[in-house]
Nanobody, 124 residues
């Protein structure tokens, strides 16, 4: 069973950048498809980005495409999310997730393991 711990969140002005990290332990990291999701106050958790196992292919939500970049370092058992050109509407708790399944990785139901989340707040 893999354990996930997010870090890197914080308060940033609109237009600024942050880099989130998701450190994994307890499993063979390279075997997992990994994803980032976010949940804003009063809203449902939504897909942000995924990076798939083996192929390393990525997918993004339309709302973040061109601004966010997902990556992984299998040697460090860590996944990253680079957030650029941040907007106030990006304010949310960001969660990382993992699954061993052969999956697209774009929906909550596909994931088996979740981190505790890290807060990102973008001021206008």
């Amino acid at each position: 069973q893999v354990r996930l711990v997010e870090s890197g969140g914080g308060l940033v002005q609109a237009g600024g950048s942050l880099r989130l990290s998701c450190a994994a332990s307890g499993g063979t990291f390279s075997r997992y498809t990994m994803g980032w999701f976010r949940q804003a106050p009063g809203k449902e958790r939504e897909f942000v980005a995924t990076i798939r196992r083996i192929s390393g292919s990525t997918s993004y939500a339309d709302s973040v495409k061109g601004r966010f970049t997902i990556s992984r370092d299998n040697a460090k058992n860590t996944m990253y999310l680079q957030l650029n050109s941040l907007k106030p509407e990006d304010t949310a708790v960001y969660y990382c997730a993992a699954t061993l399944g052969l999956t697209l990785g774009v929906s909550i139901s596909e994931y088996d393991y979740w981190g505790q989340g890290t807060q990102v707040t973008v001021s206008s």
